[in-house]
């Protein structure tokens, strides 16, 4: 980084003063053109005063959907504005059946990674949500999903079989190395729902790159993740609603409730083991189906709970979601301005990061 008053610009630009994180230096950061600069920008509004952190990403999100399905435009964009107000600047989209393309016109609305629709098989997956296919014609869809994504790809691992009343793998271990294998080929990367144990092994033995949810993972597997550094995103605040949705099913899949009940139980420990053996974890909320938008700094707080220290909970949010991402993970000259102002020290109080004091976005205050 250029040393803070080493040069002086003459150009129109914006000015927060503060502490950087993840450095932790007092600095003073200007805004000019759309990029950070520490060099000294005469004639800079200053606009705010507190702790800078990059913008805040959620790593499973889906916006364009509700609990319905594809939501308009208008909802879209109510979405992603709430998102923006939430201080999240980068959302990975882990499946959408809307077509959110648009969004990548509009300089004031978070930037979306997206995997494309859900996989799913047929009729074992939420109605309106996932390109149905049998398992032989996962690696065609496969090839179609990256064709749509940036990037990524979204299996759906595990759903309620209703012949076992129970939840069960979606697909045959023999099916998914070469959908996986694919999607490779193609530069892309694939991801899974996934609640239960059962599929794990077949999924991590198809060369699998990252697990949403991931409550059934056993410390065999996560010896196998963090070798591999297979990404896990465990949507905490969904995963705290397992009860609610065991209530649910109880009376015509008993079997399932009881299981969604033992998941939800052991998640704390099994995340705490996968995180203490090295698995990479980041941030995701799994807003857009039944989840309200905007909740990321509650996620934020949710791993922290499970023993992650503050720094790496919040790192889990913002610079390591965001290198994991292929995103300019921190605040460093020259890089895109997308930043968040707080009026406090996050690593002494995630709290704080429900408060946002200020949002750039592409350099432009927004919030």
């Not at 934020?300 to 995103?327: K, S």
Request: with cysteine; aromatic share 6%; glycine share 10%.
């Amino acid at each position: 980084m250029t040393d803070p008053g080493s040069a002086t610009v003459d150009r129109p630009g914006i000015h927060v003063r503060g502490v950087v994180l993840p450095d932790g230096e007092h600095r003073d950061l200007y805004v000019v053109d759309g990029r950070v600069t520490y060099e000294r920008v005469r004639g800079a509004t200053t606009v705010a005063n507190g702790w800078v952190i990059p913008g805040l990403v959620d790593a499973h999100c889906h916006i364009g959907l509700d609990q319905h399905g594809a939501v308009s435009r208008a909802d879209q964009e109510v979405q992603a504005i709430t998102e923006r107000s939430a201080g999240t600047l980068l959302v990975r989209d882990a499946g959408s059946a809307a077509d959110t393309r648009w969004i990548d016109g509009r300089e004031d609305l978070p930037r979306i990674i997206r995997a494309g629709r859900h996989i799913a098989r047929t009729r074992r997956y939420i109605p309106n949500y996932a390109e149905e296919v049998e398992p032989e014609d996962l690696p065609d869809e496969v090839e179609r999903q990256a064709g749509r994504g940036d990037g990524w790809v979204k299996l759906v691992g595990d759903w309620i079989d209703r012949e076992r009343g129970d939840l069960a793998p979606c697909w045959p271990a023999d099916a998914l190395g070469p959908a996986i294998a694919r999607a490779h080929e193609l530069g892309a990367r694939v991801t899974a729902h996934v609640f239960s144990t059962e599929p794990l092994p077949g999924l991590l033995a198809a060369g699998i790159d990252c697990l949403e949810h991931g409550t059934g993972i056993t410390d065999e597997l996560v010896a196998i993740m963090a070798e591999r550094q297979v990404a896990l995103v465990p949507t905490l605040i969904q995963v705290a609603n397992f009860p609610t949705y065991a209530d649910h099913g109880e009376r015509k899949f008993p079997a399932y409730a009881g299981h969604m009940r033992r998941l939800h139980h052991r998640m704390p420990q099994a995340l705490r083991a996968a995180y203490e053996a090295g698995v990479p974890i980041y941030a995701g909320t799994d807003a857009g189906g039944s989840l309200a938008h905007g909740l990321v700094a509650l996620e934020v707080q949710a791993l922290h709970g499970i023993g992650m220290t503050p720094a790496e909970a919040l790192g889990a949010a913002t610079w390591r979601a965001r290198d994991w991402l292929g995103r300019p993970s921190g605040l460093a000259e020259g890089d895109e301005a997308d930043f968040v102002v707080l009026a406090a020290d996050p690593l002494t109080n995630l709290a704080v990061l429900s408060e946002p004091v200020r949002v750039v976005l592409r350099g432009r205050v927004v919030g």
